[in-house]
């Protein structure tokens, strides 16, 4: 990400209607989806820690802010899920909702 966009992203991340809403969706699947107990989890790309933050309802919640070597980022998180582990990807579905904020980012499509 550029570091010249961080403080937009960060307020962005926390304020707007679209991460509010994606983090609410999330958070429901996730409350229908997980056994009770404590878990474990990875977020991947954890970016301002908005989602982590809200993650450790479930549990223990770690992020890890993907790099250059997204293959290696994924075989860590296979490995540090464990026998029974879920991983949860969320991508943008559709290229017409993108804006300037995705091509910073630098998203990839499903």
Same mark, same amino acid.
């Given at each position: 990400?550029?570091?010249?966009?961080?403080? @937009?992203?960060?307020?962005?991340?926390? *304020?707007?209607?679209?991460? &509010?809403?994606? &983090?609410a969706?999330l958070? !429901?699947?996730?409350? &229908? @989806?997980?056994?009770?107990? *404590?878990?474990?989890?990875? $977020?991947?790309?954890?970016?301002?820690?908005? @989602?982590? $933050?809200?993650?450790? $309802?479930?549990? $223990?919640?770690?992020?890890?802010?993907? *790099?250059?070597?997204l293959? %290696?980022?994924?075989?860590?998180?296979?490995?540090?899920?464990?026998?029974?582990?879920?991983?949860? %990807?969320?991508?943008? !579905?559709?290229r017409?909702?993108?804006?300037?904020?995705?091509?910073?980012?630098?998203?990839?499509? &499903?």
């Amino acid at each position: 990400m550029d570091p010249a966009y961080i403080a @937009v992203h960060l307020e962005e991340d926390r *304020d707007h209607w679209w991460f &509010r809403g994606r &983090r609410a969706v999330l958070l !429901a699947v996730l409350r &229908r @989806v997980l056994p009770p107990g *404590d878990h474990r989890l990875l $977020e991947l790309g954890c970016g301002s820690g908005n @989602v982590l $933050e809200a993650l450790a $309802e479930f549990g $223990e919640a770690v992020g890890m802010e993907a *790099d250059e070597t997204l293959a %290696a980022a994924v075989r860590a998180a296979h490995a540090a899920l464990g026998p029974g582990g879920t991983l949860v %990807a969320t991508v943008s !579905a559709y290229r017409w909702l993108w804006s300037g904020h995705d091509a910073v980012l630098g998203p990839v499509s &499903r």
